[in-house]
């Protein structure tokens, strides 16, 4: 059974940090692309970052540029979201998903139950 799972979220004040783990299994992990989404209430969902993707395709938001990054701990089969100087407008549910091979900024072949991040001005 595939499962991807977020944790990390949490009540943050403007210009705070924190770090969203998404911990996997049941899926090859070296063939997928994990990427974050995030959506918030009467926006469109958004694609953020990437990590992993075999062909070179990526995803990369402008919003998040210079704030928030992506890394993985293949050895625990484990993707983080360090996400740095928050803002009010990046409050949403932050989703984890793994896309066989290749990056998509628009949807994924698995998602996570999400995580909620809630920044405070």
């Known amino acids: 059974e595939v499962q991807l799972v977020e944790s990390g979220g949490g009540l943050v004040h403007a210009g705070g940090s924190l770090r969203l783990s998404c911990a996997t299994s049941?899926?090859?992990?070296?063939?997928?692309?994990i990427t974050w989404f995030r959506q918030a209430p009467v926006k469109e969902r958004e694609g953020l970052l990437c990590?992993?993707?075999?062909?070179?395709?990526?995803v990369s938001a402008d919003s998040v540029k210079g704030r928030f990054t992506v890394s993985s701990d293949n050895a625990k089969k484990t993707v983080y979201l360090q996400m740095n100087d928050l803002k009010p407008e990046d409050s949403a549910v932050y989703y984890c998903?793994?896309?066989?091979?290749?990056?998509?900024?628009?949807?994924?072949?698995?998602w996570g139950q999400g995580t909620q991040v809630t920044v405070s001005s």
């Open positions: 998903t793994a896309s066989w091979r290749y990056c998509s900024a628009y949807d994924a072949d698995y």
């Open positions: 049941g899926f090859s992990f070296d063939e997928y692309a």
């Open positions: 990590i992993g993707s075999r062909d070179g395709s990526t």
